[in-house]
């Protein structure tokens, strides 16, 4: 393949090449392999160390082992090519929320007691289904 037509099979698919997506992939099997050693060692290291605060099994342990793994996981995928999609996506879901409009009180009661009426028609609905189906079953038995 020659450079003009990979820059042309970069642009048709999301500007990423072949290549490039190889390198993804083990940018993300490097982030999962250090979420997992680091989950797997950190707490056991940590007790190992006798550190009192961050004691095997103490809450603290695990949330300190769980902040090295993210950390760990976001340094693999630094480099990979989807993390900066997912960063562009995340800027766009952020600029989307900010456009939501929130309802005002008036809706969110309105809609609530629509709501709790609906469950209070279709608990009727079941209740007369299955006392009709129950007499039904009633008879037949005996």
């Not at 309802?103 to 209740?127: E, H």
């Amino acid at each position: 393949m020659s450079n003009e037509q990979a820059k042309l099979h970069g642009k048709k698919h999301g500007g990423k090449s072949p290549s490039d997506q190889k390198n993804d992939y083990l940018y993300y099997g490097a982030a999962v392999a250090a979420i997992v050693v680091v989950l797997a060692v950190l707490p056991k290291l940590l007790g190992a160390l006798g550190l009192s605060f961050l004691a095997a099994g103490a809450g603290l342990n695990k949330l300190f082992s769980v902040a090295v793994a993210v950390a760990a996981g976001w340094f693999c995928l630094k480099p990979a090519q989807g993390y900066k999609d997912f960063i562009e996506l995340s800027k766009g879901a952020r600029t989307e929320w900010r456009k939501t409009v929130k309802p005002d009180r008036d809706t969110v009661v309105r809609t609530t007691m629509m709501v709790l009426a609906l469950m209070v028609v279709f608990a009727l609905l079941v209740l007369l289904l299955d006392w009709f189906f129950g007499a039904i079953v009633r008879l037949i038995v005996g």
